[in-house]
């Protein structure tokens, strides 16, 4: 009798976890590198690497949270071979506006035109402030209120304390506010 | 508590991680300050706002394409092969 595979297996896993999470693990990335470009070889190179190193997943970690963590790490370093500003654990200081961002590679803020509330001005308001606050701010908030996922779990993802993934989350709230609080105040409830 | 500690509160109030003695003192707060009750609006119409106006991200189908034949193509044992 032929001795089972284990190759076949781990393949048959990552083939499950790209139906399952390949569509948030290419949004991870396409919010991190702001290029549909850089995030489609994030998410190719963490593929290949999670083939190769899907031995040292010992399921401590959930299979979907594993490999989000590889986009992360795969989608900063190809920001930084590319001498982009990257969301880094470290950064606390605030960014500039940057010009030259590739805001139409962005995950879209479009809409049916009968499906919001808040109008045009408001959608653009947020998107000219989402971009001046620092990479890291505007990465934990983008996941937490757009993408609505617990904090938790974006604490696993960027491998921050949960404690402090709200302090970035509170800071990019606070600025956020400043720069939009005059939109909300007409808009309808 | 003031405006100001309030402040530094709201996203805790709003993640559900105050301990129950402050999370009564913030309410204590809000329930007489107007200017607060309008700062944590502003937050939960920025929630609202951001639910609104995203829309779903879908990994292209060219992309998945080149990951399933990666899969498909990998080596029988991948840790025996070459990094």
């Known amino acids: ?75 900063i370093d190809l920001l930084r071979a590319r001498g982009r500003e990257a969301p880094m654990p470290e950064e606390d200081a605030p960014s500039r506006p940057s010009e030259d961002e590739r805001l139409g590679g962005a995950p879209t803020w479009s809409r049916q035109p009968d499906e919001i509330l808040f109008g045009s001005e408001t959608r653009k308001a947020l998107e000219k402030a989402l971009m001046e606050l620092t990479p890291l701010q505007r990465l934990v908030f983008e996941l937490r209120e757009v993408e609505g996922r617990p904090t938790e779990e974006v604490s696993d993802i960027l491998s921050l304390p949960p404690g402090t993934v709200r302090v970035h989350l509170h800071r990019a709230r606070m600025r956020l506010r400043a720069r939009l609080s005059q939109h909300f105040r007409g808009a309808v409830a | 508590m003031n405006c100001a500690q309030l402040d530094e509160r709201l996203t805790e109030l709003m993640e559900g991680t105050l301990s129950a003695d402050v999370c009564e003192e913030v309410n204590r707060h809000l329930a007489e300050c107007s200017d607060c ?32 034949a990666l899969l498909a193509e990998a080596p029988p044992d991948p840790s025996r092969s070459a990094v």
Not at chain 2, 49 to 63: F, G, H, I, K
């Open chain 1, 1 to 75: 009798m032929p001795e089972p595979d284990p190759g076949h297996a781990r393949r048959e896993a990552l083939a499950k976890a790209l139906v399952e999470h390949g569509d948030r693990l290419y949004s991870l990335a396409l919010r991190i590198t702001r290029d549909p470009d850089l995030a489609s070889d994030a998410v190719q190179e963490a593929f290949a690497t999670a083939l190769q190193r899907v031995d040292d997943f010992r399921g401590e970690a959930r299979l979907g949270t594993w490999l989000h963590r590889i986009v992360y790490t795969k989608a």
């Open chain 2, 37 to 68: 009750q309008l700062a944590r609006q502003d937050l939960e119409d920025l929630a609202r706002l951001c639910r609104e106006a995203a829309t779903p991200t879908t990994m292209p189908d060219d992309v998945r394409n080149r990951v399933q």
